[in-house]
């Protein structure tokens, strides 16, 4: 019956798109998701902005023998909801005192599920994976490859969440009937979330997520429906678009909550990261180090459409006011890490990879070009293959450790110098988040690499602290000097011109080694 009871509640509520007032709702605590690609975290935030308690749970990475990424959307709907009683049984919070719920989620993921249910008809296919590769050869999609990068600010690939929608829609058994019927859902991991967590009264995603899936015309700020029916869409299967600070509904968390509580600051990760970061104002840049990796540039209100290998995206839509990013996107930053310790088993943690590189030959000059799954941006090359170039009879396992490290650099150093070329202004300090900034080679080779000031924020999980500053701006909970909470530490480059040049310039010649095209 109390369940019931919440349900009903959050039925006639979503009905309407809610005005928050600051006093409506009496918690002081915001819990914030950030449902990343190795795993689900709830952080709890009080009235002053602090991170009190975080609590994870991973999920199942599902790889085949065809090298397909694949997540359970039911599992990481179950891990959704228990972190949440995690997060405030651990911080002994009472789940009355909070006041909302904020999402970050991994983004170019897509995801199907039952409209009637909410069940996933089939797992998720990762943004990693590349499965549908083919769908982007086909020539009524790849003779559009000019028009969708006008349209929707990315360029035509695999990577992106129309074709994994496609590649759903084509393989999973009664998609395409339901889908003429309007039976089925379909969208970015946001949406799912949202949809499980307001039992299928609100399908919504925000402006962020829809700018990734490369269906969403960033100009009109509408599902473009030329593009959506070339990759055999229905654009009224997709979710509506929200400002990010706008309701998603209401929760009662499957009853765990008395009161419904309101969803709201739904963005992806790296945008999250970016809001977080404080990066709210034209020019300036930050980077999220984790699986792969995002680095962004604030353009402000009028897109730019890159002439360099980027993408243009939506930051994110606050009260009706759009802005916009520049990004670069790397499949393989942290997962290097992970391919050095649970493939090649040359490490037992991350952590060692520090004092390996230190250690490492000064003279050495080995590059590992990490194109596991092809290469991102700049070069949007999916055929592309990983290579370890520059070996002689001394490279040995501190060598190979910090050719890992300094793989990573180089890749953010490629799309650094592409959004410089793009804005026609230098990027004098990154901004940076994610478990590797601890890493103190990998942050004083990526200030030297690129020739910046490096500001790591003391805060690492900028992403689910962009979510929550967001919620609980839009609640009346906090203002904007919540920003005033995050502090840094710099890193100032050492390394002189014409070694960085030259190092450079050797990972540059590494890369058109690998490149197909």
Same mark, same amino acid.
């Given at each position: 019956?109390?369940?019931?009871?919440?349900?009903?509640?959050?039925?006639?509520?979503?009905?309407?798109?809610?005005?928050?007032?600051?006093?409506?709702?009496?918690?002081?605590?915001?819990? &914030?998701?950030?449902?990343?690609?190795?795993?689900?975290?709830?952080?709890?935030?009080?009235?002053?902005?602090?991170?009190?308690?975080?609590?994870?749970?991973?999920?199942?990475?599902?790889?085949?023998?065809?090298?397909?990424?694949?997540?359970?959307?039911?599992?990481?709907?179950?891990?959704?909801?228990?972190?949440?009683?995690?997060?405030?049984?651990?911080?002994?919070?009472?789940?009355?005192?909070?006041?909302? +719920?904020?999402?970050?989620?991994?983004?170019?993921?897509?995801?199907?599920?039952?409209?009637?249910?909410?069940?996933? &008809?089939?797992?998720?296919?990762?943004?990693?994976?590349?499965?549908?590769?083919?769908?982007?050869?086909?020539?009524?999609?790849?003779?559009?490859?000019?028009?969708?990068?006008?349209?929707?600010?990315?360029? %035509?690939?695999?990577?992106?969440?129309?074709?994994?929608?496609?590649?759903?829609?084509?393989?999973?058994?009664?998609?395409?009937?339901?889908?003429?019927?309007?039976?089925?859902?379909?969208?970015?991991?946001?949406?799912?979330?949202?949809?499980?967590?307001?039992?299928?009264?609100?399908?919504?995603?925000?402006?962020?997520?829809?700018?990734?899936?490369?269906?969403?015309?960033?100009?009109?700020?509408?599902?473009?429906?030329?593009?959506?029916?070339?990759?055999?869409?229905?654009?009224?299967?997709?979710?509506?678009?929200?400002?990010?600070?706008?309701?998603?509904?209401?929760?009662?968390?499957?009853?765990?909550?008395?009161?419904?509580?309101?969803?709201?600051?739904?963005?992806?990760?790296?945008?999250?990261? +970016?809001?977080?970061?404080?990066?709210?104002?034209?020019?300036?840049?930050?980077?999220?180090?984790?699986?792969?990796?995002?680095?962004?540039?604030?353009?402000?209100?009028?897109?730019? +459409?890159?002439?360099?290998? %980027?993408?243009?995206?939506?930051?994110?839509?606050?009260?009706?006011?759009?802005?916009?990013?520049?990004?670069?996107?790397?499949?393989?930053?942290?997962?290097?890490?992970?391919?050095?310790?649970?493939?090649?088993?040359?490490?037992?943690?991350? &952590?060692?990879?520090?004092?390996?590189?230190?250690?490492?030959?000064?003279?050495?000059?080995?590059?590992?070009?990490?194109?596991?799954?092809?290469?991102?941006?700049?070069?949007?090359?999916?055929?592309?293959?990983?290579?370890?170039?520059?070996?002689?009879?001394?490279?040995?396992?501190?060598?190979?450790?910090?050719?890992?490290?300094?793989?990573?650099?180089?890749?953010?150093?490629?799309?650094?110098?592409?959004?410089?070329?793009?804005?026609?202004?230098?990027?004098?300090?990154?901004?940076?988040?994610?478990?590797?900034?601890?890493?103190?080679?990998?942050?004083?080779?990526?200030?030297?690499?690129?020739?910046?000031?490096?500001?790591?924020?003391?805060?690492?999980?900028?992403?689910?602290?962009?979510?929550?500053?967001?919620?609980?701006?839009?609640?009346?909970?906090?203002?904007?000097?919540?920003?005033?909470?995050?502090?840094?530490?710099?890193?100032?480059?050492?390394?002189?011109?014409?070694?960085?040049?030259?190092?450079?310039?050797?990972?540059?010649?590494?890369?058109?080694?690998?490149?197909?095209?």
């Amino acid at each position: 019956m109390e369940k019931q009871s919440a349900k009903q509640t959050a039925k006639e509520i979503a009905k309407h798109d809610v005005k928050y007032d600051a006093g409506h709702h009496a918690g002081k605590y915001i819990v &914030s998701i950030d449902q990343s690609t190795q795993g689900t975290k709830a952080l709890l935030f009080n009235e002053r902005g602090e991170l009190c308690m975080r609590t994870d749970l991973p999920h199942k990475q599902i790889v085949n023998s065809k090298g397909w990424v694949s997540h359970d959307g039911e599992e990481i709907y179950q891990n959704t909801i228990q972190v949440i009683k995690n997060v405030l049984a651990i911080a002994k919070v009472n789940p009355d005192e909070v006041a909302g +719920l904020g999402i970050s989620n991994q983004r170019e993921t897509g995801i199907m599920w039952e409209r009637e249910t909410g069940k996933p &008809s089939d797992y998720a296919v990762v943004w990693q994976c590349a499965r549908a590769a083919q769908i982007c050869e086909r020539k009524e999609i790849s003779g559009m490859a000019g028009k969708i990068r006008e349209k929707t600010g990315l360029q %035509l690939s695999p990577y992106f969440t129309a074709a994994k929608i496609c590649w759903l829609l084509e393989n999973v058994k009664g998609a395409k009937e339901k889908a003429k019927d309007h039976n089925i859902c379909h969208g970015t991991m946001d949406s799912y979330l949202i949809y499980r967590l307001t039992r299928g009264e609100v399908y919504a995603t925000d402006y962020s997520n829809a700018s990734r899936t490369q269906l969403f015309n960033i100009f009109t700020l509408t599902w473009d429906k030329e593009i959506c029916g070339s990759f055999g869409i229905d654009t009224e299967n997709l979710p509506e678009v929200k400002d990010s600070n706008a309701c998603f509904g209401y929760t009662d968390c499957e009853g765990f909550f008395a009161k419904p509580i309101p969803i709201c600051g739904v963005m992806g990760d790296s945008h999250a990261a +970016l809001f977080g970061q404080n990066c709210r104002s034209e020019g300036k840049t930050k980077v999220t180090y984790g699986t792969g990796s995002s680095i962004m540039m604030n353009i402000g209100e009028k897109p730019i +459409l890159s002439s360099n290998g %980027l993408v243009t995206s939506l930051a994110w839509g606050i009260s009706g006011k759009p802005e916009y990013v520049l990004e670069g996107n790397l499949n393989y930053t942290g997962a290097v890490i992970t391919w050095l310790k649970d493939s090649v088993h040359l490490i037992e943690s991350a &952590s060692e990879t520090e004092a390996l590189a230190k250690e490492a030959a000064q003279e050495d000059s080995l590059y590992l070009v990490p194109a596991f799954s092809g290469l991102g941006a700049p070069y949007w090359d999916s055929n592309a293959r990983a290579a370890i170039v520059g070996m002689d009879r001394t490279t040995g396992k501190a060598e190979l450790a910090r050719a890992a490290l300094e793989s990573i650099a180089y890749q953010i150093t490629d799309i650094v110098r592409a959004m410089e070329r793009d804005s026609e202004k230098k990027i004098g300090i990154l901004r940076v988040d994610g478990g590797p900034t601890r890493n103190q080679y990998l942050m004083q080779f990526q200030s030297d690499i690129t020739g910046s000031e490096v500001s790591i924020s003391r805060i690492e999980e900028l992403s689910g602290t962009g979510a929550a500053f967001m919620a609980g701006m839009a609640l009346g909970v906090w203002q904007e000097e919540i920003f005033d909470t995050i502090s840094w530490s710099k890193v100032l480059p050492q390394m002189t011109e014409e070694v960085r040049e030259r190092k450079y310039g050797g990972y540059k010649n590494a890369v058109a080694m690998v490149r197909t095209r």
